[in-house]
């Protein structure tokens, strides 16, 4: 059986990121990926043009059950670490708003400047190799796999989350949390489009690509960008995002003019012959404001529109109430919320109190970020914590 310092399975964003910092200590390490292409994930990330990261970002930005797990790491990591090893490899990148880096060019070129800080820490790679099972004997991890089996006194789990199972995602990380007895905050579909109940879909469905400048609400949650329609549903980073917050039971509440004073606005067009509908296309996308007239039995004249119901109206506008019927699904989800319980890992090293050795990192623990780039900083920065360790 080969030894090794460290082994490392899954070549994702935090896996890869923890092999080269390890590696770059003088580690031996062996990386294990399954599938049969690399980084599938950062690949196809941010439109192919991968959001690597947010240069604001912080333990805000992140939903856990306990929110200040990802501080240590987020402050001894930082995008601006980050970026400069993007400036080192050459790659050129561009702030696309709100923070968000993305590459120039392609974002295998992210791939490809992770691989070559493996290579300069003389990783070892099986790939691709499943994993069939591992074991420990209180000093060292076993691992077996078809090529043999591996084994170090360090495991280093980089397996991620449910999200994309086309492209490799497996709940190995859960399993294996399980099996040396950690608990599992349950996983759910996050970052994800939502889908309308069947009466708002037989209205709203051939909105398909309108899309609205909106705050979408839930609880003390709220974002403020656009909102997509689908022919399934709500999308749109207002929605996705608001989506990691979304309890599946309560609505949503929608405002659908948050740059204007509705009250005002309606007040001023009482006793007007024009119809509310035509005076809300002036904001809204004029077949959504039909459909949502409709919907709120005041597709009529303004002066036909009482004070009380048009005092409703605007409040309608203001807090549209959405029940989604769901979200579509770990398919259409950009991650996933939940995963390890962090009252089982260590902040600092992301190791298992109870299990020496064993490292839990990136999107398979439950720290769950927002839309934007903050989720390739969580990768980078658990896996540089545990890679600085193990
Ligand atoms: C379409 C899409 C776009 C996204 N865009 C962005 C973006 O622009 N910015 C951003 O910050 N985030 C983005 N994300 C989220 C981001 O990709 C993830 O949060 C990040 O990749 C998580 O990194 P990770 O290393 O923890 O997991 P992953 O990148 O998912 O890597 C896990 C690796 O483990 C491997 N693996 C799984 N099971 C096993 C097993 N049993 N044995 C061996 N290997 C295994 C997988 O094949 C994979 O290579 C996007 C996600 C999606 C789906």
Redesign the pocket.
């Known amino acids: 059986m080969t030894p090794y310092d460290v082994i490392v399975?899954?070549?994702?964003?935090?896996?890869m990121m923890c092999a080269a910092t390890a590696g770059q200590r003088g580690r031996r390490v062996l990386l294990?990926?399954?599938?049969t292409k690399l980084?599938?994930?950062?690949r196809?990330?941010?439109g192919g043009r991968?959001?690597?990261t947010n240069v604001g970002a912080g333990p805000a930005n992140y939903l856990s059950r306990n929110p200040d797990f990802c501080r240590s790491a987020l402050a001894r990591y930082t995008p601006r670490h980050f970026i400069a090893q993007v400036e080192r490899h050459g790659i050129a990148y561009h702030e696309k708003k709100l923070g968000q880096l993305f590459c120039d060019g392609p974002a295998t070129q992210i791939i490809d400047m992770l691989r070559a800080e493996c290579a300069a820490g003389g990783v070892e790679w099986w790939m691709p190799c499943?994993?069939d099972g591992v074991t420990h004997d209180g000093a060292s991890f076993s691992v077996a796999t078809p090529k043999g089996a591996a084994r170090a006194p360090a495991l280093v789990v980089?397996?991620?989350?449910l999200?994309?199972p086309k492209i490799?995602?497996?709940p190995?990380a859960y399993r294996l949390a399980e099996q040396f007895g950690l608990a599992v905050v349950p996983p759910r579909p996050a970052l994800v489009p939502l889908a309308f109940a069947p009466a708002a879909l037989a209205r709203y469905g051939d909105l398909a690509g309108l899309s609205v400048d909106a705050e979408v609400a839930f609880g003390r949650a709220r974002f403020r960008e656009n909102l997509l329609f689908t022919h399934r549903g709500l999308s749109g980073p207002a929605i996705l995002q608001i989506s990691s917050y979304w309890d599946g039971r309560a609505p949503l509440s929608i405002d659908l003019l948050p740059a204007v004073d509705v009250a005002a606005w309606l007040a001023g067009h009482r006793g007007s012959s024009a119809r509310l509908d035509t005076l809300l296309a002036e904001n809204l996308p004029r077949r959504f404001a039909q459909q949502w007239c409709e919907a709120h039995d005041a597709a009529r004249p303004l002066r036909e529109i009482g004070d009380a119901a048009l005092e409703r109206v605007a409040a309608a506008l203001e807090a549209w109430s959405v029940l989604p019927a769901g979200t579509l699904g770990y398919a259409k989800a950009?991650?996933t919320a939940g995963g390890v319980d962090t009252a089982a890992l260590s902040s600092k090293t992301m190791a298992a109190t109870a299990v020496p050795g064993l490292h839990f990192?990136?999107?398979?623990v439950d720290v769950t970020?927002w839309l934007g780039?903050?989720?390739?900083?969580w990768?980078w920065a658990s896996g540089h914590a545990a890679g600085g360790v193990a």
Do not use: L
């Open positions: 399975v899954g070549a994702g964003a935090a896996g294990i990926e399954h599938y980084g599938e994930k950062i196809i990330s941010g991968c959001n690597f499943p994993v980089a397996t991620g989350g999200t994309v490799g995602a497996t190995f950009e991650v990192i990136g999107e398979c970020g780039g903050y989720n390739f900083q990768a």
